[in-house]
């Protein structure tokens, strides 16, 4: 089992920036992804962000140029800086860690950011 701790989200207003943090704890296996996903009110989660244990970084095209996933391995804590968000990036956002090559995936208990003035 694999445990997900979020921090960092919250209200901020439109062309502001947050910081989200996740840290896992646990069976952490070295050959894994972790990565963050959201989920916005009426619609299907999407991938935000995702990082392989080798540096591989994927972005969705809509958050390019403006978010930035970074890992510190030693502390198996993955981050997200958000900036320029805008009210379309209001959703819960979620961590999710991958085992590659393998069916075991967890998610954390999902962080609110809200972007309203």
């Known amino acids: 089992q694999v445990q997900l701790v979020e921090s960092g989200g919250g209200l901020v207003q439109p062309g502001g920036s947050l910081r989200l943090s996740c840290a896992a704890s646990?069976?952490?296996?070295?050959?894994?992804?972790m990565g963050w996903y959201r989920q916005a009110p009426g619609k299907k989660r999407e991938l935000v962000a995702s990082r392989t244990y080798d540096g591989t970084s994927t972005y969705a095209d809509s958050v390019k140029g403006r978010f930035t996933i970074s890992r510190d391995n030693a502390k198996n804590t993955v981050y997200l800086q958000m900036m320029s968000l805008e009210p379309e990036d209001t959703a819960v956002y979620y961590c999710?860690?991958?085992?590659?090559?393998?069916?075991?995936?967890?998610w954390g208990q999902g962080t609110q950011v809200t972007v309203s003035s």
């Open positions: 646990g069976s952490i296996s070295r050959f894994n992804s």
């Open positions: 999710n860690y991958k085992q590659l090559w393998s069916p075991n995936d967890y």
